[in-house]
């Protein structure tokens, strides 16, 4: 069953933000996973939910979204987006 990951997320320092961008898309292959949405500006429809950015990634498996999060690897990177952004993550597993 596929599990996607959810980041909403503000940059409050978009300097430090740079380096985590350019280099967790290698990541994200490495454990199968892949853009859905990256990014974006979503538009509010309901409820007072209304982030300023939104990430959407897929992965093959709740295990390899996890994988992901657990690479130790990319534990410096997750560093820089907790320093550089206010964010909330989810992971959800898909309906498959």
Excluded: N
Excluded at 41 to 66: H, K, N, Y
């Amino acid at each position: 069953m596929k599990a996607y990951l959810v980041l909403d997320f503000a940059i409050r320092d978009v300097a430090g933000f740079m380096p985590y961008v350019a280099a967790i898309p290698a990541f994200i292959d490495r454990h199968g996973g892949r853009y859905l949405v990256r990014g974006e500006t979503p538009t509010p429809v309901e409820g007072d939910w209304a982030p300023e950015r939104l990430v959407v990634l897929e992965f093959p498996s709740r295990a390899a979204a996890q994988a992901f999060l657990d690479d130790p690897e990319a534990q410096p990177l997750f560093a820089l987006r907790h320093a550089a952004t206010d964010g909330r993550l989810v992971l959800a597993d898909g309906c498959d």
